[in-house]
């Protein structure tokens, strides 16, 4: 590990008791040169490749696989989708809670359910981002496959509920939207079955996410296999930490309690060894 420092920084650190506890050396100490340290234990918290505004490059994969570890296919997660198809640009910044299905050549790989958000590119919001990973991995691959998004506008109600409901009140407004009743009643050309089948599951069309730049953490990564808690099997006095590691979490904080848990369990396996060494 290298880093930037100037010849006072580094004497500092160097005169510290806790660096030299741990076990680390400087190696060089000429101003302006890269100061080069050997320790006893290196903790790598690289982070991914997502919101790279943040100054993430993804560079913590590339030095772990030269160490050694293999690398999952990367991809953005927890991320806003985009769609061809016309609706979401249409109802622009309407809100529904609906159950979300991700939908590959036809087979169901991820669900989730809570607020959906029509976009001008497509589609947001926490249940879309929830089964965001799949599209990603999807289209990481070099032939991804025909990708939907299959909401159900009312998964409170069995379809045969909604159609009893239909036939009392003849419209589904009040339930859904006066904007999303009107579209789903185009398509469905007055056949209420067919209006109940829509609403219970409507297909759009995804073409991909919005990319690492809005992706909220990256998807792949180090596996957990290769770890023994978070040292690395392959590197003695190695430990990998946080989200460049395959361990992705749901929205809600999730993958922020990851990080800080696996950065206090790492420091704790640290200090057991090196309390175990100075038996």
């Not at 239909?166 to 209006?195: H, M, N, Y």
């Amino acid at each position: 590990i290298y880093a930037y420092l100037s010849a006072q920084s580094a004497q500092m650190l160097f005169d510290s008791q806790e660096l030299t506890a741990m076990g680390a050396i400087v190696r060089s100490l000429r101003d302006g040169e890269l100061v080069a340290y050997i320790a006893k234990a290196t903790l790598i918290a690289t982070g991914g490749i997502s919101y790279p505004v943040t100054g993430s490059d993804g560079s913590g994969y590339a030095l772990l696989q030269d160490l050694g570890h293999s690398c999952t296919p990367l991809y953005p997660a927890l991320v806003q989708l985009t769609s061809s198809s016309k609706y979401p640009r249409k109802l622009k910044g309407q809100r529904t809670r609906a159950a979300v299905a991700v939908t590959l050549d036809g087979e169901t790989v991820a669900k989730s359910r809570g607020e959906v958000l029509f976009t001008d590119y497509g589609l947001s919001g926490i249940a879309v981002m929830d089964v965001s990973w799949a599209v990603g991995q999807n289209f990481a691959r070099p032939r991804p496959q025909k990708c939907c998004a299959v909401l159900d506008l009312v998964p409170e109600c069995s379809e045969n509920q909604l159609l009893s409901y239909l036939r009392q009140f003849g419209s589904l407004r009040g339930i859904l939207s006066a904007e999303v009743t009107e579209i789903l009643e185009k398509q469905a050309a007055g056949d209420p079955a067919r209006l109940v089948q829509i609403a219970k599951h409507w297909q759009l069309i995804v073409t991909g996410t919005k990319g690492y730049a809005f992706a909220q953490i990256t998807g792949g990564g180090v596996p957990r296999t290769e770890l023994e808690g978070f040292a690395s099997r392959r590197v003695p006095g190695l430990y990998i930490v946080g989200e460049v590691l395959d361990e992705q979490q749901p929205c809600g904080g999730y993958n922020l309690n990851f990080a800080f848990y696996s950065g206090l369990a790492a420091a704790g396996q640290i200090v057991e060894k090196r309390n175990d060494t100075s038996k």
